[in-house]
């Protein structure tokens, strides 16, 4: 029995999407008893194929906040319209203190982005691009702002309709 176990041990499905845990922090909240102790858990998911979704979740352990942020991230999943490993046109993005700067490369560039920006990219599928995250270092807001400017995309717009303040 042991010898056919081991004969299916490395035929596992692959998920239907990669994920990559962003930030993971102990949150406390202090009650008469004393302080309470729960974990938030910040998750970006792709299949590296136009799909990626950004998710919070919070729990009384790990395993649960990080469930509960796929189970979120799963709810906001965009798709991002990929046109030769790229994305169509650069795109100024602005979400509260987060300032998101996205511009189309040539191909064989890679992603240069950093932190945040980078997993978003990277999980959508895009290959080669150039960005620059300026304002707050929160992962958080820099990852929902990445979102939303990719969501912002589009192939049919002309350029001065697609600036954004």
């Not at 979400?95 to 996205?102: F, H, N, Q, V, Y």
């Not at 511009?103 to 990277?122: H, Q």
Request: net charge positive; glycine share 10%.
């Amino acid at each position: 029995m042991a010898k056919n176990e081991r004969k299916f041990r490395g035929k596992r499905e692959k998920p239907e999407y990669e994920q990559k845990l962003l930030d993971l922090a102990r949150v406390t909240r202090v009650v008469k008893g004393g302080r309470r102790f729960r974990f938030r858990a910040t998750l970006v998911i792709g299949n590296r194929k136009g799909k990626v979704g950004v998710g919070v979740g919070k729990g009384s352990d790990v395993t649960d906040a990080i469930g509960k942020a796929f189970a979120d991230a799963k709810k906001n999943l965009i798709t991002v319209p990929i046109k030769n490993n790229t994305i169509a046109h650069e795109i100024h993005y602005k979400k509260g203190s987060a300032k998101i700067i996205l511009k189309p490369a040539k191909e064989g560039r890679s992603i240069v982005a950093g932190g945040a920006v980078r997993a978003v990219v990277d999980f959508a599928g895009i290959k080669d691009i150039v960005s620059k995250s300026l304002g707050t270092a929160n992962k958080l807001n820099v990852a929902r702002a990445t979102v939303e400017a990719l969501q912002m995309l589009n192939f049919s717009k002309t350029r001065k309709e697609r600036i954004v303040k």
